[in-house]
């Protein structure tokens, strides 16, 4: 094998270990949430929690697998709802409701949906 392939193999084992401990950190973070304290808007400007729980895979669903690897979408819904940033829209404050969310348990079945893929 080449010294190329093997740096190439080696920077790929690397950033592959670097992703996996980011989503470890990440699920344990939102691994404390009480799961009723996802609908909740701690910052009246920005979105309830729920948001975030869906924002990372996402996004890097929209970015990397979406854009780079032109891979069809996952769950069009959720690539939509959980892509949109953090600034309010036209200054407003949001008017959504807990009700307007899907559940925990989808968001996270969307998750680990993205992560699947996006791995292979």
Known sequence: MSKKIRNADGVK????AQLEEGRRQTDAIFGIVNQQAFYDRPIAERHRIIFYLGHLE??????????????????????????????PVDGELPQDRPSDWP??????????????????
């Open 103 to 120: 559940s925990v348990d989808a968001v996270r079945r969307y998750n680990l949906d993205a992560r699947q893929a996006g791995d292979h």
């Open 13 to 16: 084992s690397s950033l592959r």
């Open 58 to 87: 996402a996004f890097d669903w929209n970015m990397v697998c979406g854009t780079s690897f032109q891979m069809r979408p996952l769950h069009e819904e959720f690539e939509r709802l959980f892509a949109f940033g953090i600034d």
